[in-house]
Nanobody, 124 residues
């Protein structure tokens, strides 16, 4: 059974930083991609970033480009999302998702497995 465990929830002030981690387990895919998504109250779930763990190719939503960095530790099957210069509008529940697709982007439909979210709150 594929499991995704997101961690790193927190409350930070605007301009601060926070790192989220997504630990994946229970699979033996030769390659996979992991994406981060977020959902604010009353809003649709939106893509944040994704990474192909085989190729290292990354994608970012325009709203976070230049502030967030996604990376992976393949030996640990863990993907990190380093979030800098946080803004109140980054406040949301953040979810990580996995697909066995070699190179997946920012479309929710590409992802087959989802973890439980972790709350990120940015105060002004």
């Amino acid at each position: 059974e594929v499991k995704l465990q997101a961690s790193g929830r927190g409350l930070v002030q605007a301009g601060g930083s926070l790192t989220l981690a997504c630990a994946a387990s229970g699979f033996a895919f030769d390659h996979y991609s992991i994406g981060w998504f977020r959902q604010a109250p009353g809003q649709e779930r939106e893509a944040v970033s994704s990474i192909s763990t085989r190729t290292g190719t990354t994608y970012y939503a325009t709203s976070v480009k230049g502030r967030f960095t996604i990376s992976s530790d393949n030996a640990k099957k863990t993907v990190y999302l380093q979030m800098n210069a946080l803004k109140p509008e980054d406040t949301a529940v953040y979810y990580c998702a996995l697909t066995s697709t070699l190179l997946a982007g920012l479309w929710r439909g590409e992802y087959d497995y989802w973890g439980r979210g972790t709350q990120v709150t940015v105060s002004s």
